[in-house]
């Protein structure tokens, strides 16, 4: 079946420092499925951060950016420079186009927090 | 704006009572609905859709059901819980489109003892 493999947390990393969580899915049924990245922040629920349907295209939001790599089949998470609002757990995600059920196929999230 | 409730907030149950969590989205007519859930240490999948009233297809199979008994209601239920459908359950929408974007409410922690 389809699955979504990402960094295993906790990731932790100081303030101004880089980010990069790692995203691989595997998508049986289908070769270019689409790509989410899905955050949760503390108290808050899960909302999009970006999204990117075509491979080899890059999304972006507050700083954030992720690109679709088909030959790799990853779709990496990458920051340059954190800060303490970006602690929070992030899910990569896919989704089948055409297949009705708009199913989300989710990892198992990444928490991330700022070294104290 | 489009806000999307659940309820209750959490749950705490019996095995083999009964249980039903509920979603209400306000603010948008016709949405796509889902049913996602994840246990503890688990991955975050998908249980059920729906696309309009009465109609709702299954996913997953856990012993659980749902149901879309108006517009801007969907409804997850059991007759019999099981220690395995402890966990968080979501409820999301979106709108009628391939790769629209899914809204998710804030979740409802059930606890089965």
């Known amino acids: 079946g389809d699955s979504v493999t990402q960094t295993e947390g906790p990731v932790t990393v100081s303030e101004s420092e880089s980010l990069i969580i790692n995203c691989t899915y595997s998508?049986?049924?289908?070769?270019?499925?689409?790509l989410f990245w899905y955050v949760r922040y503390p108290g808050e629920g899960l909302q999009l951060l970006l999204k990117v349907i075509t491979a080899g295209q890059k999304g972006s939001s507050r700083g954030f950016e992720a690109t679709y790599n088909k030959e790799t089949t990853s779709f990496h998470l990458q920051k340059a420079s954190v800060q303490e609002s970006d602690s929070a757990v992030y899910y990569c995600?896919?989704?089948?186009?055409?297949?009705?059920?708009?199913?989300?196929?989710f990892g198992k999230g990444t928490k991330f927090s700022l070294i104290p | 704006a489009q806000t999307i409730h659940q309820w209750p907030v959490a749950e705490i149950k019996a095995v083999g009572s009964p249980l039903s969590l509920g979603c209400t989205i306000k603010?948008?007519?016709?949405?796509?609905l889902y049913w996602y859930w994840q246990a503890t240490g688990g991955t975050l999948q998908q249980l059920f859709y729906s696309i309009t009233v009465g109609q709702v297809e299954s996913v997953v199979q856990l012993n659980l059901s749902a149901s879309r008994p108006k517009d801007d209601q969907f409804i997850l239920s059991t007759e019999k819980l099981l220690l395995s459908h402890s966990g968080f359950y979501l409820c999301?929408?979106?709108?009628?489109?391939?790769?629209?974007?899914?809204?998710f409410g804030p979740g409802t922690r059930l606890t089965v003892l």
């Open positions: 999301a929408w979106s709108l009628q489109a391939n790769y629209a974007e899914q809204f």
């Open positions: 998508a049986t049924s289908i070769a270019y499925p689409n």
């Open positions: 603010g948008k007519s016709s949405p796509n």
């Open positions: 995600a896919l989704d089948l186009p055409g297949t009705g059920s708009n199913r989300l196929t």
